[in-house]
């Protein structure tokens, strides 16, 4: 089968174009074949979604400037040979592009999409006698860039072609002033509000303890203080390196296991996230991982809707736990617990 990814050498076209060399990540989407023996085993191979790639979409990256020269080659009629047009897919998915997703990139397509379709078949015809059509992702150049080439498409503007930040970008410096501006605000106030209320003849470790120690729940802390004080860095710092008190409820004590359950799911989905690349980065060699997901000890461990599945088996029980100890206290349970149960419990 043709290897799900292909790449040119991305330095090497840069070097022997210096001047106008352009390289673009393209995707490919194999025509139907019925006639050739290899579309039947592609096509058995890829139904398998759960534990196949798609072998009949390829992703490839091609340096522009070497398919022009290799194109160059042929006359006009042979070149047309190895163009795909766009055809409907078998399957419910359709061939989609959005062109926000990369700046420019309906100006690369445009540009590219008939000499990437003939590139990217002249391997494939040549060595597995199939067609693809193929669509230009995004491209990258080492010239420099008009105003005019970006605007070509013509749907990007001109601050957005010369490399200014998009509206989102300018949302996320806003917040991120705003927070870099109330934990400086919160932190001198902070300083300010200790040195009036330490002890003289104390040291500067205890004196800091017993300012902390304190906390804001004293007689005339507002609700404006105490939100201006959370954002203090040697505040949060104290909160985050205090030694915490040790449980002595029975109930706590009984608990404890729970803690070595939650570090073994803990691992276990931190271990399926680690592989996920798999799925998502090309792989040189893809077949591995087709099939160890076919072995039963990967299908065990990268189940994860079975492993989140604990954490919710954990929370209900400890909501059963919570419930008890509150029925024992001999409380009326109304509406109003529910509510505010599960509105702890959405916070959390």
């Known amino acids: 089968m043709p290897p799900l ?35 039947s085993v592609i096509e058995q191979f890829s139904t398998d979604t759960k534990r196949s790639f798609r072998h009949d979409r390829l992703q490839r990256g091609l340096c522009m400037s070497r398919c ?39 100006d690369w397509r445009n540009r590219y999409r008939r000499l990437a379709n003939q590139c990217v078949n002249y391997e494939l015809k040549r060595q597995y006698a199939l067609m693809a059509y193929s669509t230009v992702e995004y491209c990258v150049t080492n010239r420099q860039q008009t105003e005019r080439d970006v605007l070509v498409s013509g749907l990007v503007s001109s601050t957005e072609a010369l490399g200014d930040g998009d509206a989102i970008d300018v949302v996320f410096l806003l917040l991120l002033g705003l927070l ?21 003849h104390a040291t500067v470790t205890d004196g800091l303890k017993d300012y902390y120690r304190s906390g804001l729940e004293r007689p005339g802390v507002g609700r404006w203080t105490i939100l201006l004080l959370s954002f203090s860095l040697p505040r949060n710092w104290h909160l985050l390196t205090a030694a915490r008190k ?21 691992y276990l989905v931190i271990a399926g996230h680690s592989m996920l690349f798999n799925c998502i980065f090309p792989l040189h060699n893809p077949q591995y991982v087709e099939l160890n997901y076919r072995r039963f000890i990967t299908m065990l461990v990268f189940n994860g ?35 505010q149960s599960v509105l702890y419990r959405f916070l959390r």
């Open 5 to 39: 990814y292909l790449y040119d050498d991305y330095d090497r076209c840069l070097e022997e174009f210096p001047v106008r060399a352009t390289y673009c990540l393209v995707d490919s989407w194999i025509v139907p074949n019925d006639s050739i023996p290899l579309w």
């Open 68 to 106: 022009h020269q290799l194109m160059s080659k042929f006359d006009r009629r042979t070149q047309m040979k190895y163009f795909q047009p766009r055809f409907i897919a078998n399957d419910s998915q359709e061939i989609t592009f959005d062109p926000n997703t990369f700046r420019g990139a309906l």
């Open 180 to 200: 870099l501006v109330c934990t400086l605000i919160s932190t001198v106030y902070d300083c300010y509000r200790y040195r009036r209320a330490v002890n003289p």
């Open 246 to 266: 040790k449980a002595t409820g029975t109930s706590t004590k009984d608990l404890r296991f729970i803690q070595s359950v939650r570090f073994l799911v803990m």
């Open 305 to 339: 809707i079975t492993v989140v599945q604990t954490y919710f088996t954990i929370s209900g029980f400890l909501l059963a736990v919570h419930f008890v100890d509150f029925a024992e206290k001999q409380r009326a349970f109304h509406l109003r617990d529910v509510l």
